[in-house]
């Protein structure tokens, strides 16, 4: 089975600050990536997605995200965090052909004004 | 437009009873997935409806849970049996089809006291 990798589980930036958050995954085949976000009170929902072609992928909100296949990686960015980015953000993943989505632990991003 | 909707939104039952969660979907979606989350972890894929039919089932942790869809839009997750390890967020999500954006719902949380 799949494995999904979040290293980092709590951070905390000052606004403005720029953002990395680790995604790791274990298959070795065709994946299809994802990450999700999740703000306070609200529903999880899609920040950005990866099928093929160009491995960097922008999203909604100014985030955007690299997939190395090389290092199995697919870590997600911003160059400068606001207040209103404090959530929980999922990494997840696709085997290209699965019907299954593997989502890893999350990380809480606080942003301090 | 209206989203994934989910009744009820929490749950509380005695251990040894049996409970019923349900799953309104986007209209028009054809996939469907439930997944359960536990505190501090992410979601974890329980099953997968394509239409009526269970697509995957595999997630599903033992003979306990079973999921119906029998019209192809509502879905029922029903859990016999209810142990306190069951308690956790149900969420649902539905999908134009099995690679395609998932829309989540608000879950439902269940304590089994």
């Known amino acids: 089975a799949q494995s999904v990798s979040q290293h980092n589980h709590h951070v905390i930036l000052s606004e403005a600050a720029s953002l990395e958050l680790g995604c790791n995954y274990s298959?070795?085949?065709?994946?299809?990536l994802f990450w999700y976000v999740q703000y306070p009170g609200q529903h999880l929902q899609l920040l950005l997605k990866?099928?093929?072609?160009?491995?960097l992928v922008k999203g909604i909100k100014g985030f955007e995200a690299e997939f190395i296949k090389s290092k199995f990686s697919f870590n997600l960015r911003k160059p400068s965090v606001q207040w209103s980015d404090t959530a929980e953000y999922f990494c997840?993943?696709?085997?290209?052909?699965?019907?299954?989505?593997?989502f890893g632990t999350g990380t809480s991003l606080t942003v301090i004004p | 437009g209206a989203g994934v909707s989910q009744t009820p939104s929490n749950k509380v039952t005695e251990k040894g009873k049996y409970v019923e969660l349900r799953c309104d979907p986007i209209?028009?979606?054809?996939?469907l997935y439930w997944y359960r989350q536990s505190l501090g972890q992410g979601p974890e894929f329980l099953i997968y409806?394509?239409?009526?039919?269970?697509?995957?089932d595999s997630g599903l942790p033992n003979d306990r849970f079973f999921a119906v869809r029998p019209e192809g839009s509502v879905s029922t997750l029903k859990i016999q049996r209810t142990e306190r390890g069951d308690s956790a967020v149900y969420l649902c999500?539905?999908?134009?089809?099995?690679?395609?954006?998932?829309?989540f719902g608000p879950g439902t949380r269940l304590t089994v006291l």
């Open positions: 999500a539905s999908s134009l089809g099995p690679q395609a954006t998932q829309y």
């Open positions: 298959y070795g085949g065709t994946v299809n």
């Open positions: 990866y099928f093929s072609g160009d491995p």
């Open positions: 997840a993943v696709n085997e290209d052909t699965g019907n299954q989505f593997y």
């Open positions: 209209s028009g979606h054809t996939a």
């Open positions: 409806f394509q239409g009526t039919g269970a697509a995957d």
